[in-house]
């Protein structure tokens, strides 16, 4: 069974840093692109960033470029999103998923949604 499983949020301060985990199982994840999503509170699921397969490009919302970075350890079949200088506006629900390959920009074309980690910035 394919399943992903996000973990790694918390609580942080405004310029804090948190690292997010999202570890695949019931498939080898290396062979796909995995994109990473959140979704605050009355607000749309937003794509923040993506990875293809092989690692050949990697994609990063506006919002948050030169502040996350996604990257992925085939061996444990885990992709993460390191995110630095935390705002409040990176409060929400951070989720991961795989649109196969390549990366899309539409949120329909991503399956297998973990069950999300909570990012909450604040003082």
């Known amino acids: 069974q394919v399943q992903f499983v996000e973990s790694g949020g918390g609580l942080v301060r405004p310029g804090g840093s948190l690292k997010l985990s999202c570890a695949a199982s019931?498939?080898?994840?290396?062979?796909?692109?995995i994109g990473w999503f959140r979704q605050a509170p009355g607000k749309e699921r937003e794509g923040v960033s993506c990875?293809?397969?092989?690692?050949?490009?990697?994609y990063y919302a506006d919002s948050v470029k030169g502040r996350f970075t996604i990257s992925r350890d085939n061996a444990k079949n885990t992709v993460y999103l390191q995110m630095n200088s935390l705002k409040p506006e990176d409060t929400a629900v951070y989720y991961c998923?795989?649109?196969?390959?390549?990366?899309?920009?539409?949120?329909?074309?991503?399956?297998?949604w973990g069950q999300g980690t909570q990012v909450t910035v604040s003082s």
């Open positions: 998923a795989t649109p196969g390959d390549p990366c899309s920009d539409y949120v329909n074309e991503y399956s297998y």
């Open positions: 019931g498939f080898t994840l290396d062979y796909y692109a």
């Open positions: 990875i293809s397969r092989n690692d050949v490009s990697t």
